[in-house]
């Protein structure tokens, strides 16, 4: 029976490489949004179908599986150049600015100065230059595949440095290829970290939420997206908390470094915290390493560090409950103007949950609760934020939880397919995986209370922890 189930996960897993390859390879986020929904939503079946069949493999089994998925789901990224998100191309430019010498938040793509850095690859010239809808016109006859060439960059030191390391090691003329690689075998490094603290834990077949997810080889490898950086230091950052608060907080800042939200971790790394000299010994180590992670740009740069960061949040409606359907599922039932302390007031309460109730061995528990409660009063529209989310799942086992990024990746790319009604798309899809969430408490709770205390769900051995745990940090 065990041999037949991995034979069938092994013809899944080979269903999801064919689909994700057809995805990728699709250029119709623009020209047809619609069609390459339904590739992604039979990716998303098939990942589903393949976890099903794994979750009984021993796990020797599952280990190797587990990997051996994430190698060739990852390699699918690197099929095509970046489909649905042109962030990789400003990785690059600040990867090359750096590489001249030059201080990445000094000074936008579009500037006069940086001029002789500028290829025909990032910076096309000619009649056709600015055709299609990737293109962002710098001057007379030269357009840029940067988005946003006239603002300033957003990134932290860590991600820039991470790009300066990639633009030095890259051949001339490789273009897209180093970042998607990088992504690559960032993504790989994640799903063995997984397996390291899962195989501890008696269940490894959860490293496959991450390592099998659609959401890995197109936002990580495809799209090139730096958040798998910032994903795998908060992977380890969460596992070392438990035993040593300082190295896990050091972790964890480098984390936040990379690209600022993994700071929604901190509540579950201080989950459980009864003493404030413990809390310090998380903090401070986060806080020191941010610091010191930003001096070397603040000395060599005439401009703020910060770069468009606050920008970027007025941009995207985070201090407007009116724009852009931001806060959408508040916004079904509140008034715009309720919306922000409501979001205020709810946040306080879940983290003050986490950190007073949380248990310090899962510090990942409180971490995606509070991570995905953020994601559902926000709803942010842009899917490759919900990769530390889809990794924390994995940690937890609360599968219910993907329904976010899914719900990000039917905003992103479906929402477009409806024009006029794109929103509504958004809403609807945040509100299910709302619903799914509850679902999932609910039907955890009513099974917690029917099983006699101390025991384990069946199946599980003496060393596993329960799957979907249900203890004080919900």
Not at 251 to 268: C, H, N, Q, R, Y
Not at 342 to 352: F, G, I, K, L, S
Not at 364 to 369: K, M, R
Not at 408 to 417: N, R
Request: include cysteine; glycine fraction near 10%.
């Amino acid at each position: 029976m065990t041999s037949r189930r991995t034979a069938v996960t092994v013809l899944l897993l080979a269903g999801l490489v064919a689909v994700l390859v057809r995805t990728v390879r699709a250029d119709d986020y623009h020209s047809a949004p619609g069609r390459l929904s339904l590739w992604y939503a039979a990716a998303w079946l098939l990942f589903a179908a393949s976890l099903w069949m794994l979750r009984t493999a021993p796990a020797r089994t599952a280990v190797v599986l587990v990997m051996a998925g994430s190698v060739v789901i990852a390699a699918t990224g690197l099929v095509a150049p970046p489909r649905t998100s042109t962030d990789s191309y400003r990785y690059a430019w600040d990867g090359r600015v750096q590489a001249a010498g030059i201080s990445p938040y000094d000074h936008v793509p579009a500037a006069a100065e940086l001029a002789p850095l500028r290829d025909a690859w990032l910076f096309p010239e000619g009649r056709a230059a600015c055709a299609g809808p990737d293109r962002a016109p710098v001057g007379a006859g030269v357009c840029t595949r940067i988005n946003r060439p006239r603002v300033n960059t957003v990134y932290p030191p860590v991600a820039e440095g991470y790009f300066l390391l990639v633009e030095g090691l890259s051949p001339e003329g490789t273009r897209h290829k180093p970042l998607q690689t990088g992504g690559a075998l960032l993504s790989v490094a994640t799903a063995a970290a997984l397996l390291l603290v899962l195989r501890r834990r008696g269940a490894p077949w959860r490293a496959a939420y991450w390592a099998w997810c659609p959401a890995v080889p197109v936002e990580a490898v495809n799209n090139a997206h730096v958040d798998v950086l910032g994903v795998l230091l908060s992977v380890a950052a969460l596992a070392a908390v438990v035993r040593h608060r300082a190295a896990g907080g050091a972790l964890l800042g480098a984390a936040v470094a990379t690209k600022l939200l993994p700071a929604v971790l901190i509540p579950g790394a201080l989950s459980g915290v009864r003493r404030a000299r413990d809390a310090l010994a998380v903090l401070v180590p986060a806080a020191g390493v941010v610091a010191l992670l930003y001096v070397p740009y603040v000395l060599v740069s005439r401009g703020s560090v910060l770069g468009f960061l606050g920008g970027y949040v007025r941009e995207e409606g985070y201090d407007d409950a009116s724009a852009r359907n931001r806060y959408a599922l508040l916004r079904l039932i509140l008034p715009d103007d309720w919306t922000l302390p409501v979001v205020a007031a709810a946040m306080t309460a879940v983290v003050a949950y986490v950190v007073l109730r949380g248990d310090p061995e899962r510090p990942w528990s409180g971490a995606l609760l509070v991570t995905g409660t953020a994601f559902l009063l926000l709803t942010p529209g842009y899917s490759w934020y919900a990769l530390l989310l889809v990794a924390l799942v994995a940690l937890d086992g609360r599968w219910e939880w993907l329904g976010i990024a899914v719900a990000g990746a039917a905003k992103y790319v479906t929402g477009p397919a409806f024009p006029g009604n794109a929103d509504t798309v958004g809403t609807t899809a945040y509100a299910t995986a709302a619903a799914a969430v509850l679902a999932g408490w609910a039907l955890r709770r009513r099974t917690a209370r029917g099983r006699p205390s101390g025991t384990r769900p069946a199946g599980l051995p003496a060393s596993a922890e329960p799957y979907g745990n249900t203890g004080r940090s919900a």
